[in-house]
């Protein structure tokens, strides 16, 4: 979609405002033409001493009047049009915000958060800018040529109004040049800001590192080059503008000199009284407004131009996954995956048929050297990427049979890093049950142990974290995120509801001790719940997979070995070489 489709499909959406504040500016505009006209009437009237105090007072007032008038009138306009400006950044913003939200994570590893917010702000309001003022701009401006030339031409004379039009042709051939400019200018300007914004995004997130790396002098140093590229673009942008206003200058001095000798020559000759070349000379006065218009709506579209074809291919980029599945509720069953295999874009496998059927009720280890395709696995059980051959299977459907939305919440998924959001410990861990009891949030932070540490805060749970609040150590947001997890199960009324639990390294920065804690604690939960939970737990220690029903070991993203713990102590492979060493490091602690 160009930006002329989309400015002429809101238009046409929003004609009502449009349409109004055209009408209000017809009148404007009229009411302008008009009052040269009245002025050349009066003065005339005074040369031939025609003028009584009371015409005069009469005449006086209607002039008032008419300026009064278009005050309000130009007031409305703009009250009509900007409102319906910012209705379409609000659509474009929403639209953007809804895009953004089904993309997954090859989108954004692609994209840079700081130049995503440079679109959503800076790029929408040019489209904006030219939605709203360049549009009326445009309008108004032509009304008023036209009107204006009619009455030199067809008012006054039309002989001295084609010689005061000779510079204009040169005028707009001028303002063609700069538009070239402007546009490139502006397409640079909004460039370097988004590349400004990405760096600050990026320092801030990271200013533990470059602290703990003494990197201030060299980001200091890289933002001011950013920031001065991106102050030196807009200042270019700007200059080509400002070149519009002296071409305008110079038409319009051309313009007047040419009026002033040859209308005057047409008084002499007594063709033409005074007050009608005074009238005349307003007039051309008048052509500043046009002929400024045409120079700022030309800038606004150029601008508005470059920020569109910033934002189209945003707005038009696919969804990461294809929501056409119908199902809307996960059937309970096993979970089988049959010759999994994926790779990354431009890699190599990352996983190469993996099989493995796990009933429901039970719980899968999965263990393996680092890189070797563990979280990956996760990854497509949440069809966050789509598996490049074999399937996954839940309750014997297919996992693209599902409903994104249905899919997601079969699982519970604790990520290795767990976010959490500017707001208390109690709401972050509410994320997933929004309506959850302080209660529920309770019984789920004492299974994932994080109760005791939550009453030590100052607020316990109604203690803000991130930004304003206090910072959790590594262990405390990994249980948080499991507390997190827990709230979105179901209940014993409907163990069905029971998500499929999924531990991604999730208990990598708490101690043995607790860890052990946490695992007995989610057993028992979930026998009291009468439910049986499918769990599927990575992990790099050993201890936290023991008790689960299979365990597979995964190596360059193959299934190397696979069983029970004392199966695969017996296969004196990588996992019982593994074990030995883990439980000597525990014992040396
Ligand atoms: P593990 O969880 O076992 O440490 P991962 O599943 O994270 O391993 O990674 C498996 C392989 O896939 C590694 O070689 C890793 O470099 C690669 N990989 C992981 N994530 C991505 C990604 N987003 N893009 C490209 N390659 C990736």
Redesign the pocket.
């Known amino acids: 979609m160009s930006l002329l489709q989309l400015i002429r499909g809101f238009v046409g959406r929003n004609w009502r405002a449009y349409v109004l504040a055209a009408l209000m500016l017809l009148g404007v505009a009229l009411l302008t033409v008009w009052l040269p006209r009245k002025v050349g009437q009066v003065i005339d009237a005074l040369a031939a001493g025609t003028v009584t105090p009371a015409t005069l007072v009469h005449d006086m007032a209607l002039l008032l009047a008419a300026g009064l008038v278009i005050y309000l009138l130009r007031a409305g306009w703009r009250l009509q049009l900007f409102a319906a400006a910012y209705r379409l950044g609000f659509e474009l913003r929403t639209q953007l915000y809804e895009r953004l939200t089904l993309q997954g994570?090859?989108f954004f590893?692609r994209k840079k958060t700081g130049d995503l917010m440079a679109r959503a702000t800076n790029d929408v309001d040019a489209v904006e800018l030219t939605a709203g003022e360049a549009f009326l701009a445009g309008f108004d401006g032509t009304m008023t040529l036209v009107l204006v030339v009619a009455m030199m031409a067809l008012g006054i004379d039309w002989r001295l109004a084609l010689i005061a039009l000779l510079p204009f042709p040169l005028m707009a051939l001028a303002f063609w040049v700069i538009s070239r400019h402007v546009h490139d200018g502006w397409r640079r300007s909004l460039d370097r800001f988004s590349e400004m914004n990405e760096h600050v995004q990026e320092t801030v997130s990271g200013v533990r590192t470059v602290r703990a790396l003494g990197l201030e002098p060299r980001a200091g140093a890289d933002f001011s080059a950013k920031a001065g590229a991106a102050a030196a673009a807009n200042f270019d942008a700007q200059r080509w503008e400002s070149a519009y206003e002296p071409a305008v200058g110079l038409t319009l001095t051309t313009a007047t000199v040419l009026t002033l000798g040859v209308g005057g020559w047409l008084v002499q000759q007594r063709q033409m009284t005074v007050g009608e070349l005074t009238a005349f000379t307003m007039y051309l006065g008048q052509l500043i407004w046009p002929a400024f218009a045409a120079g700022w709506v030309m800038s606004l579209i150029e601008r508005g131009k470059a920020a569109w074809a910033r934002l189209d291919p945003v707005l038009r980029e696919p969804p990461a996954i294809d929501d056409r599945g119908t199902r809307t509720r996960v059937v309970p069953g096993a979970l089988v995956l049959e010759r999994l295999t994926f790779a990354?874009?431009g890699?190599a496998n990352?996983l190469t048929d993996v099989s493995v059927t796990l009933p429901p009720g039970t719980t899968l280890g999965v263990v393996?050297?680092?890189?070797?395709?563990?979280?990956?696995?996760l990854h497509l059980l949440l069809r966050h990427y789509e598996p490049t051959a074999g399937s996954v299977m839940l309750g014997g459907h297919a996992m693209d049979e599902y409903r994104l939305a249905a899919l997601r919440t079969a699982f519970a998924w604790v990520p290795q890093e767990a976010f959490l959001f500017s707001a208390s410990i109690a709401e972050n861990i509410a994320l997933s049950r929004p309506g959850a009891t302080r209660a529920d949030i309770e019984r789920v932070a004492q299974v994932a142990a994080i109760h005791d540490d939550i009453l030590r805060f100052p607020l316990g749970y109604d203690t803000p974290v991130g930004e304003r609040g206090v910072t959790l150590s590594g262990g405390q947001r990994q249980r948080l995120a499991i507390a997190r997890a827990l709230l979105a199960q179901g209940d014993a009324a409907h163990p069905a509801d029971v998500p499929i639990l999924l531990l991604?390294?999730a208990l990598s920065a708490v101690d043995t001790g607790t860890e052990t804690q946490i695992l007995a604690h989610l057993r028992g939960v979930v026998q009291r719940a009468g439910a049986s939970r499918t769990s599927i737990i990575?992990s790099h220690r050993l201890s936290a997979v023991v008790d689960a029903q299979q365990i597979i070991v995964?190596q360059d993203?193959r299934v190397n070995e696979r069983g029970s713990h004392e199966e695969l102590l017996r296969l004196n492979g990588w996992y019982a070489a593994q074990w030995r060493y883990q439980q000597l490091e525990e014992s040396l602690r």
């Open positions: 994570p090859r590893q990354y874009a890699g990352a393996g050297p680092t890189g070797a395709g563990k979280s990956t696995l991604d390294d990575v995964l993203g």
